[in-house]
């Protein structure tokens, strides 16, 4: 086993540093914050435009495709890095979907999709959660109706996070209502703005907005599927492979723990030092245990992708201990901070900028979505351990 | 890039290891027949296991302390018996703090088991080495020794004893060669519940010749810490190997065992306790190798050895604890071998420094505390 991947891509690191310091200002970071993980602010489209100058959007797809054909780990470093720094993540839309139009892509589907995401042009909201379809997802009952050369859509999709500004919706929808539930599901692109779509913001405890959004006769091009007709069920489960392993990231969580312990040592609280005191002693060293673990889970789950194989055990793992990682050390860090802990990032006097409240407003969400954790352990015992469905 | 699996080399190295302690593994449960543990411990010896990290000039493998890593993986998970550990552990320091004379004439004997050393550190109420009490002084041509050691491992069956001592005079530990036998010294069984043998080693003014002082006087300290930090890396290996071997002792019941009228592994409430042990063992197996891997290119890994250790020991008391909630009653009885592995995961837990002072050592690292 070898663990010189910091080593070894020393020069891509460097790289991503010197982008992130030259391109996301600490000014940049404090708006960020304060949009409150709005991912659509003029600061974020501005970081995403800079990105894709790159083609650090497709830094994973193959060369043969538009990509630069970075491996996983190297994906993984660099999204650390702008989780460290507070920037916005490569989303879903270029890290994980596009790789599954090139994996089920006809040639036509990926001449017309790809570019336009390498440079930034489409960006999807994830169509899949319905209103009684969550974690049972292939019971989904948004129906598309080929009707001539058109595909009449009617539904209903929640948890829509970024409807409200992306361009298009990536729609898992039922094509086929006579077969069983896995067998008749396709996948469609549908503009945001075709006539019949209605966006419904509702806002999260951690002031993030997501959508409901209702399809009423929405017509699409028949050509708007992608993959198979009916074989959706592969696209939407290889889009969140690497999901799991993106939500495993902990730059953001070591971040606040470097702040949190620098800021233990400068405060003094009832005459001494923060950081003397023993119970933030042994409380913070061991979130510093577990935040190696998880940061070691995480990158096991990308080198086995790079390794051809398909961490299915292994991402539920860093899915897992990193978002619940979230909780346990946002809520010993807002302790810590004591009454200071409730600041929030728009009060000037807020240590660590209002972090740690907001990872502990965030964290339940990490837990729940991306396929509750409880599917996960699901997936660890069963396909990791082998134990009966 | 690979935190996926071991090399092709180590992973041969381990299969010939596997097959040699199969029959000891199959021997755990109490109502078996198995091998007798010091045949075991000679036989391993005999395979070139001590040595097999030591400089081939001196009789040994000349491999390297992954090597050694990929052997623990399958000591651990076949509970060898931990007079291997001490051995490789007191060959280790002779190998890392003797002078080049020293290392001749020691290492082979030590590589072949013609010989055994153990290190002789903890006293009562003393566990690091600048607390100790242990004093060595020189009269004339013979030097004095004076301590009582305690949880001196195997020191029934060595050869001689690496005693960690101090001069009156020096803050810096001396490491004294002391013949278990030799007039003055007194070696006393431990009650440890785990039944390994541990030892009481009194010294009483016992005279040694100059000559057994292990490299120079007042440089122990540096070999010490380096062996130590090896001990407790190589032992993290061991320990989420053996917390694995639990898991599957475990998953191996519940898949077995119908009760209203499917097996218990078709719960939920079974798989996600298997699931949440099983992520804590692959972590600390994570932490455990990356602690090793640093150690092996002499990096700096005090931050590494100690969170390897404390993920280690969750892991494996996590592991053994949970694998008696799944199991129940058919685990818990001395016919499953179960219970060894759930000594050896307490046990093993506060040898080779417990997680109090592991996390102690990792905060002082993190800046936390006072005068660190």
């Known amino acids: 086993m070898d663990f010189d991947l910091e080593e070894r891509h020393q020069a891509w690191l460097a790289e991503v540093r010197a982008f992130v310091s030259e391109h996301f200002s600490a000014d940049d970071r404090a708006a960020t914050r304060r949009g409150g993980g709005e991912w659509s602010g003029p600061t974020i489209r501005r970081f995403r435009a800079d990105l894709a100058a790159r083609n650090w959007l497709a830094m994973t797809w193959p060369p043969a495709e538009g990509g630069l054909g970075k491996s996983m780990v190297e994906q993984l470093l660099f999204m650390d890095e702008l989780a460290y720094a507070g920037a916005p993540a490569i989303d879903m839309t270029a890290s994980s979907i596009a790789l599954t139009i090139i994996g089920i892509g006809t040639p036509e589907q990926k001449a017309r999709w790809l570019g336009p995401i390498r440079d930034g042009a489409v960006e999807f909201a994830v169509g899949y959660s319905e209103p009684d379809a969550g974690s049972d997802l292939a019971t989904l009952s948004t129906r598309a109706v080929l009707d001539g050369e058109e595909w009449v859509i009617n539904g209903e999709k929640v948890w829509n996070t970024g409807a409200e500004y992306c361009s298009h919706e990536w729609l898992a929808c039922r094509t086929d209502p006579e077969a069983p539930p896995h067998r008749g599901i396709s996948v469609l692109v549908v503009p945001l703005d075709t006539p019949g779509i209605t966006v419904r913001g509702i806002t999260t405890w951690r002031g993030m907005r997501t959508n409901q959004v209702h399809f009423e006769d929405v017509r699409v091009p028949a050509d708007n599927l992608v993959g198979t007709r009916h074989d959706g069920w592969r696209a939407i489960t290889r889009a969140l492979d690497f999901e799991r392993v993106a939500i495993g990231i902990t730059g953001g969580l070591r971040r606040a723990f470097e702040e949190l312990v620098a800021h233990c040592r400068a405060t003094v609280v009832d005459g001494r030092p923060i950081a003397e005191r023993p119970d933030v002693i042994t409380d913070l060293t061991r979130l510093a245990v577990d935040l190696e673990l998880a940061r070691l889970l995480n990158y096991r789950a990308a080198a086995m992708i790079d390794a051809g194989l398909v961490p299915h055990a292994e991402a539920s793992m860093t899915k897992v201990f990193t978002t619940e990682l979230h909780t346990r050390l946002a809520d010993t860090a807002t302790d810590v901070l004591g009454l200071e802990g409730q600041l929030d990032p728009y009060d000037d006097g807020a240590p660590l900028d209002g972090v740690p409240q907001l990872i502990y407003r965030a964290a339940p969400y990490l837990r729940f979505g991306g396929g509750t954790n409880e599917i996960q352990r699901d997936i660890i015992a069963q396909r990791g351990l082998g134990l009966p469905r | ?372």
Not at chain 2, 306 to 335: H, I, M, N, P
Request: with cysteine; net charge negative.
């Open chain 2, 1 to 372: 890039m690979s935190l996926v699996e071991l090399s092709p080399e180590r992973q041969q190295l381990a299969r010939v290891a596997r097959a040699y302690l199969a029959p000891w593994a199959d021997g755990l449960a109490a109502s078996a027949d198995g091998p007798d543990e010091a045949a075991v411990v000679a036989g391993a010896v005999a395979l070139g296991w001590v040595g097999l990290a030591l400089p081939e000039r001196h009789g040994g493998g000349g491999g390297t302390l992954g090597d050694v890593a990929a052997l623990y993986e399958e000591t651990g998970r076949a509970l060898c018996p931990t007079a291997l550990y001490s051995a490789v552990s007191g060959a280790r320091l002779v190998a890392a703090a003797g002078s080049p004379q020293q290392r001749a004439d020691l290492l082979p004997a030590l590589c072949t088991g013609e010989a055994r050393a153990t290190i002789a550190l903890a006293e009562a109420g003393n566990r690091r080495p600048g607390s100790l009490t242990t004093t060595v002084e020189e009269h004339g041509e013979r030097l004095e020794v004076v301590g009582e050691k305690r949880f001196v491992p195997d020191a029934g069956g060595a050869s001689f004893l690496v005693v960690v001592a101090r001069r009156p005079c020096s803050a810096n530990a001396t490491l004294v060669m002391v013949d278990p036998g030799a007039e003055g010294v007194a070696v006393g069984a431990t009650g440890t519940f785990a039944g390994d043998r541990q030892f009481v080693v009194a010294l009483d003014r016992v005279d040694v010749p100059t000559g057994a002082v292990l490299g120079r006087l007042d440089g122990g300290d540096r070999p010490l810490s380096a062996v130590l930090d090896e001990q407790a890396a190589l032992q993290a290996v061991e320990m989420a190997a053996g917390a694995r071997r639990a898991l599957e002792l475990a998953v191996e019941h519940v898949t077995a065992r119908v009760q209203f009228g499917r097996p218990l592994a078709a719960f939920q409430a079974v798989q996600h306790h298997v699931a949440d042990t099983a992520t804590l063992i692959d972590a600390a197996r994570l932490a455990a190798w990356r602690a090793v891997w640093l150690l092996e290119r002499g990096a700096e890994a005090t931050a590494a050895v100690s969170v390897a250790k404390v993920a280690a020991g969750r892991a494996y008391r996590s592991a053994t604890l949970t694998a008696f909630q799944l199991c129940g009653g058919a685990g818990y009885v001395t016919e499953h071998p179960l219970h060894r592995y759930a000594d050896r995961a307490k046990t093993a837990s506060l040898t080779a420094g417990t997680t109090g002072e592991h996390l102690a050592r990792l905060s002082g690292v993190l800046g936390l505390g006072g005068a660190s």
